[in-house]
C-alpha cells in the first residue's frame, strides 16, 4: 500500500481555482490507478476524477470541462486542477490510491478542505 497526503485546499470565491496536490509515499506508484473524492457535509463520499495507470482520465459529470487530473510519476504525485470552482463544490477532497489486485485495500489520505465562497 502507499501512504498519501493531500495539500493545496483553502478557501477561494467563486469562479476561481485551486490545484490540489497527493503526494504518495511507497513503493511502484505508477502502477496505482489514483483518484479524487469528495464529501460534503451530510453527503455521501463521491468520484470526482479519476486517472489510470496508463493515463486514461475519467470524471464526473459536473466537473467535465472544469477540473483536470494529472499525475506525474516521477514525483510520485497526483494533481487535480480546479478551475470556474462553484459554491457546489465545496467539500473535503481525498486521495485515492487503487492497487490493480483488487485484494490489496485502497488507500486514502487524510482529506483537505476546499471552500468557495459566493
Known amino acids: 500500500q502507499v501512504q498519501l497526503v493531500e495539500s493545496g485546499g483553502g478557501l477561494v470565491q467563486t469562479g476561481g481555482s485551486l490545484r490540489l496536490s497527493c503526494a504518495a509515499s511507497?513503493?511502484?506508484?505508477?502502477?496505482?490507478?489514483m483518484g479524487w473524492y469528495r464529501q460534503a457535509p451530510g453527503k455521501q463520499r463521491e468520484l470526482v476524477a479519476g486517472i489510470t495507470s496508463g493515463g486514461k482520465t475519467n470524471y464526473a459529470d459536473y466537473v467535465k470541462g472544469r477540473f483536470t487530473i494529472s499525475r506525474d510519476n516521477a514525483k510520485n504525485t497526483v494533481y487535480l486542477q480546479m478551475n470556474s470552482l462553484k459554491p457546489e463544490d465545496t467539500a473535503v477532497y481525498y486521495c485515492?490510491?487503487?492497487?490493480?489486485?483488487?485484494?490489496?485495500?485502497?488507500?486514502w489520505g487524510q482529506g483537505t478542505q476546499v471552500t468557495v465562497s459566493s
Open positions: 511507497g513503493s511502484f506508484f505508477s502502477i496505482y490507478t
Open positions: 485515492n490510491a487503487q492497487h490493480p489486485l483488487s485484494t490489496i485495500p485502497p488507500s
